[in-house]
C-alpha cells in the first residue's frame, strides 16, 4: 500500500513538472484551426505540419544553421570551460590556492545576473569583431560554465586519495601527468557531469545569443523565438512549440544517455568507509 502510494505521488509530481512540455507536444500536433477550437489537451486530427515547417529552410528561419550554430557553441563553450576549470580545480584541491578568496569570488560572479554584463560585453566583442560569430558566442558561454565545473571538480579531486599524487610524483611524474594521467582517470564521472551540465547550459542560454548575435551564428534558442513574431494571422503557435521540441531534444538525449555518469558523480563519496 506504501510503495502504491509513493508512485501514485511520484507519478502526479512528475506530471506537475513536465506538464509544460506536455501541452507543448500536444500543441505541435495541432492545426490552427484545432487550436482556436479546442485548445485542450486531447487532439482530434493530429498532423505533422507544424514539423514540415520548421524543418523546411526559409530565408527567415533555418533551423540546420541554428542548431549547428547552438552545437559548435556549446561545444566550445564546455570544453573551454573544462580545460580552464579542470588545472585550476587541482591547484585549489591539491594547495589550497584559491580556496579562500578565487574559489568564492567566482562562485559569486555566477550569481549576479548576467544582464549586469550586456553592454561592456557587447562593446568588448565589437572591438574584438568577436559579434555573430560562434567562437564569440561559445567563449562568453564559457565563462558562464566555469563556476559550477570549479565547484563540482574541486569537491571531486578532493576525494581523491593524496597518496596517488605522492607515489607518482616518487616515480618521476609531474604535476601535469599526476593531473592527466592520474587524477584525471579517477574523477572521469565528475568532468562527464561538467560537462552534460555546461552543454545543457550553454545550449538553453538566450540573453547572450540574442544579443551578440544577428544572423551567422543566431543559436536555437533565439531562432525559435522568431516563430512568437506576429505575422499576418499572429503567433505561430504550432510551429512555435514543434520548434521548441526539436530544441529541446539535443540536451535531453544528451542526459539521459548520461545518466548514469551523472548518478556516479553525485554518489561518489557520498558513503565512506
Do not use: H
Not at 167 to 188: H, K, Y
Not at 244 to 265: D, F, N, T, V
Amino acid at each position: 500500500m506504501i510503495k502504491t502510494l509513493r508512485w501514485i505521488v511520484f507519478l502526479l509530481a512528475a506530471l506537475a513538472m513536465n506538464f509544460p512540455v506536455i501541452v507543448t507536444l500536444v500543441t505541435s500536433f495541432k492545426t490552427a484551426r484545432e487550436l482556436a477550437s479546442n485548445p485542450g489537451l486531447w487532439i482530434q486530427s493530429p498532423t505533422l505540419a507544424n514539423y514540415a515547417t520548421v524543418l523546411g529552410k526559409t530565408d527567415r528561419f533555418n533551423i540546420y544553421a541554428y542548431l549547428l550554430n547552438s552545437t559548435s557553441a556549446a561545444l566550445i563553450g564546455t570544453l573551454v570551460a573544462l580545460a580552464i576549470a579542470f588545472p585550476a580545480a587541482y591547484a585549489i584541491a591539491r594547495s589550497a590556492i584559491g580556496r579562500r578568496v578565487l574559489l568564492p569570488v567566482v562562485i559569486n560572479l555566477r550569481a549576479m545576473p548576467l544582464v549586469i554584463f550586456a553592454i561592456p560585453l557587447y562593446m568588448m566583442y565589437q572591438w574584438l569583431g568577436l559579434l555573430d560569430t560562434r567562437l564569440g558566442l561559445g567563449l562568453i558561454l564559457a565563462i558562464v560554465n566555469i563556476p559550477l565545473a570549479l565547484v563540482i571538480l574541486v569537491n571531486a579531486i578532493g576525494e581523491v586519495p593524496i597518496e596517488l599524487d605522492e607515489a607518482a610524483s616518487v616515480d618521476g611524474a609531474s604535476a601535469a601527468r599526476i593531473m592527466l594521467s592520474v587524477v584525471l582517470p579517477v574523477v572521469r564521472p565528475a568532468v562527464t557531469t561538467c560537462f552534460i551540465f555546461g552543454f545543457i547550459t550553454a545550449w538553453n542560454e538566450f540573453l547572450f545569443g540574442l544579443m551578440l548575435t544577428t544572423s551567422r551564428a543566431v543559436p536555437m534558442t533565439v531562432g525559435s523565438s522568431f516563430f512568437f513574431a506576429a505575422s499576418g494571422g499572429g503567433v505561430q503557435w504550432g510551429a512555435a512549440s514543434a520548434v521548441m521540441i526539436l530544441g529541446a531534444l539535443p540536451p535531453a538525449l544528451l542526459g539521459l544517455i548520461m545518466y548514469r555518469q551523472i548518478s556516479a558523480s553525485m554518489t561518489a563519496g557520498a558513503v565512506k568507509g
